[in-house]
DNA sequence: TCTGGGGTCCTAGGACCC
DNA sequence: TCTGGGGTCCTAGGACCC
């Protein structure tokens, strides 16, 4: 017996969510559009047959999209997020370990019956996923992470191959490597392939057998860590855990350009409210923040702005970042000019249970222990009735800068069992 | 007219220390 | 005139991922 990876995901996930909720669209061409309704970050195989590209803006295929009757859909993250916890929960009691690694994706671990295919495994397990949760999923084998990527694109690639492929029970991988493009394998970018394709590497199969040398010089241990799991060499190991967040950034594009500080102040104080109810879900402290706006990238005076502040006492509470946030707002801020977005990044965490408090400041601690009372009873409202029931005076709900969600399905995923079941045939 | 959002890891270079 | 070297920590930026 020996341990195998697999690499599972949702076949086109969004797509396949809102498929699931509303079975009415089933068989018609669907995309579902980014935040902002800006561009198109999935499509199901309808859309995808007539031609429908992925990651284009929305407003260039507005016009083919409704000649081709193709349905569109605003992002839903709630229901796409609930969605993935069942998935995620059914995938962890048929593996051995499990990764979540990210909403419609996990790297699991099973053993494998000496020199058995584990095809039938994998079918049984795409059938039990079908049934219990209603969206199709597509899984890879192989020795390593990469190696399981791969077998999870050939998957999808070969109709025949019907979502699973097993490339670890092959002994000569050659001809499936060489169907893999260069910029195809997981870790390999934009850059990376284009300085790979200058050097007459196109393929996964050529990428495994250049030298380990001459990657190494350009791209160091990553570019090597690629090279020697396409080998089998296991290098990125299995992360069960998932570790704390480092980082937590919170941003969005305005529907309208705003030019006025007292705007970019409101959305600011929108986007710490979320950021620091975040770190309160982890249970994490914060110590340092940056704020930072822009203009259209792509228009001629472009203009970008950050700005980081530290806090003093590290903190989850909304109203102490706040204060420090509009602090960096006034830094960033210039008049005159078109922004287009705004974010907050927070960073510096640690856990909340390394939190220090002034022992002997008795005033502090009182103050401290409201503030905590008070930002958990905000959460649980906004957790049980939607984000915005309870905010604070200064941050305004709705303007007209407010992100564009114009095609958002209706459906309300509070209650999940309201969700159909779908059985397979 | 309109082009997303949220992450991680790695590296080079600067600051600082002894 | 001569102007060290090594270690660590931090940060910004690049590259990649979904």
């Not at 599972?8 to 396949?16: C, K, Q, T, V, W």
């Not at 605003?74 to 979540?100: P, T, V, W």
Request: glycine share 6%.
């Amino acid at each position: 017996m020996s341990k195998v990876i697999l690499q599972i995901d949702g076949n086109n996930f969004y797509a396949s969510c809102e498929q699931l909720v509303d079975p009415s669209i089933k068989g018609k061409g669907l995309v579902v559009l980014s935040n902002n309704d800006g561009c198109i970050v999935a499509r199901n195989s309808e859309a995808r047959k007539m031609g429908i590209p992925m990651g284009q803006p929305y407003f260039k295929l507005k016009n083919k999209l409704t000649q081709l009757n193709i349905n569109v859909r605003s992002s839903n993250y709630e229901l796409y997020g609930d969605i993935s916890n069942r998935l995620m929960q059914l995938l962890r009691k048929n593996c051995e370990e499990l990764e979540i690694y990210s909403i419609d994706e996990a790297f699991g671990t099973i053993k494998r019956p000496k020199e058995k295919c584990l095809y039938k495994w994998g079918k049984n397990l795409r059938t039990l996923v079908y049934q219990n949760i209603g969206i199709p999923i597509s899984i890879g084998i192989g020795e390593t992470k990469v190696l399981s990527k791969i077998s999870n694109y050939l998957a999808k690639k070969t109709q025949n191959n019907s979502g699973i492929f097993d490339i670890g029970i092959i002994e000569n991988k050659d001809p499936y490597l060489n169907l893999v493009k260069v910029d195809q394998v997981w870790g390999i970018g934009k850059r990376m392939s284009i300085w790979l394709k200058s050097k007459g590497i196109t393929n996964a199969r050529e990428l495994r057998d250049m030298s380990s040398n001459q990657i190494k010089g350009k791209y160091g241990v990553v570019g090597l860590r690629i090279l020697n799991e396409l080998k089998g060499i296991l290098c990125i190991p299995i992360n069960e855990t998932s570790s704390d967040r480092k980082e937590i950034s919170v941003s969005r594009s305005f529907s309208d350009p705003i030019d006025s500080l007292e705007e970019l102040n409101q959305a600011i104080i929108k986007y710490v409210l979320i950021a620091s109810s975040k770190l309160r879900k982890y249970n994490q402290l914060s110590s340092a923040i940056t704020v930072f706006t822009n203009t259209n990238i792509h228009s001629k005076d472009f203009y970008k702005s950050k700005a980081t502040g530290e806090i003093n006492i590290p903190t989850s509470d909304s109203r102490t970042i706040i204060k420090t946030s509009l602090e960096l707002t006034q830094k960033i801020f210039k008049p005159y000019r078109k922004l287009t977005k705004a974010g907050v990044i927070l960073h510096k965490l640690e856990r909340n249970k390394y939190k220090q408090n002034l022992l002997f400041n008795s005033e502090f601690i009182r103050e401290g222990l409201y503030q905590e009372r008070l930002n958990h009873l905000i959460d649980q409202i906004n957790n049980r009735n939607g984000r915005d029931t309870i905010s604070w005076g200064s941050s305004i709900i709705e303007n007209e800068w407010s992100p564009r969600r114009e095609k958002a399905s209706l459906i309300k995923t509070t209650n999940m069992e309201s969700i159909p079941k779908i059985y397979a045939n």
